[in-house]
């Protein structure tokens, strides 16, 4: 059984330009979670989405950011117009719905390291 | 609202050495409680999980912890630590109930052991 898939897993970009973060959950998983990890830091939340739906978006910045889970293919976060202040990592978790075992446990991917010159 | 405190950023330990990584929380409400390991330029690897029940949470890789409504704290330990269990832990707490299913993380532990 796969685990959460991110790609692409570096990403540079310079500012101004467009990043794509992709996050394939693990089969069977209807709820996704995006964090940022800044250096030296913990990881924060940004936004919880299920299948066509943001549920909370309470994390992400107010402008340039959005994040889509499609009913077909991963989900996308978006960050538009770059600054160098974006650089981070980037990590998507999985979680199955309720009542199946592990519903309140996260399972992570190996993250997306973004680069912003 | 909860918050995490990681109380060491860096914790340096002799290999077959005891260590203990601590961990306070604050929230008003009922709460979930993990341990991740992050090892250099991977994800995070649960390392075990307090739901309710028993306190005492044995994980994966000899780590323990023990959770104390009383104090707030949820520290995790090992008895004996290997070179291989350098990395950085993350405290996490999520709330019990409703739809607030998001991670709230301490700012981490680098625990590395040295030989």
């Known amino acids: 059984n796969a685990g959460v898939m991110q790609n692409p897993r570096h990403l540079v970009r310079r500012r101004g330009q467009e990043a794509r973060l992709r996050c394939s959950p693990m089969k069977g998983h209807s709820h996704v979670y995006w964090y940022r990890q800044l250096p030296e830091e913990g990881l924060k939340f940004m936004v919880y989405?299920?299948?066509?739906?943001?549920?909370?978006e309470s994390g992400m910045p107010k402008e340039r950011f959005s994040a889509e889970f499609p009913k077909e293919g991963p989900s996308i976060l978006r960050i538009q117009q770059v600054v160098r202040g974006d650089s981070a990592a980037y990590f998507c978790?999985?979680?199955?719905?309720?009542?199946?075992?592990?519903?309140?446990?996260?399972?992570f991917g190996p993250g997306t390291r973004l680069t912003v010159l | 609202a909860q918050s995490v405190t990681q109380l060491d950023s860096q914790v340096p330990v002799f290999e077959e050495a005891p260590v203990e990584l601590r961990c306070n929380y604050s929230s008003s409400v009922s709460v979930y409680l993990f341990w991740y390991v992050q090892y250099p330029n991977q994800g995070l690897q649960l390392l075990l999980k307090y739901l309710s029940g028993s306190t005492l949470v044995k994980g994966i890789n000899g780590f323990e912890a023990e959770f104390n409504k009383s104090q707030t704290s949820f520290h995790l330990r090992k008895p004996s630590v290997h070179i291989s269990d350098t990395a950085e832990y993350f405290c996490?707490?999520?709330?019990?109930?409703?739809?607030?299913?998001?991670?709230?993380f301490g700012s981490g532990t680098q625990l590395t052991v040295l030989p």
């Open positions: 996490a707490v999520s709330d019990q109930s409703g739809s607030a299913r998001q991670l709230t």
């Open positions: 978790a999985s979680s199955p719905t309720y009542p199946l075992v592990s519903y309140n446990e996260q399972f």
């Open positions: 989405l299920q299948k066509e739906n943001i549920i909370d």
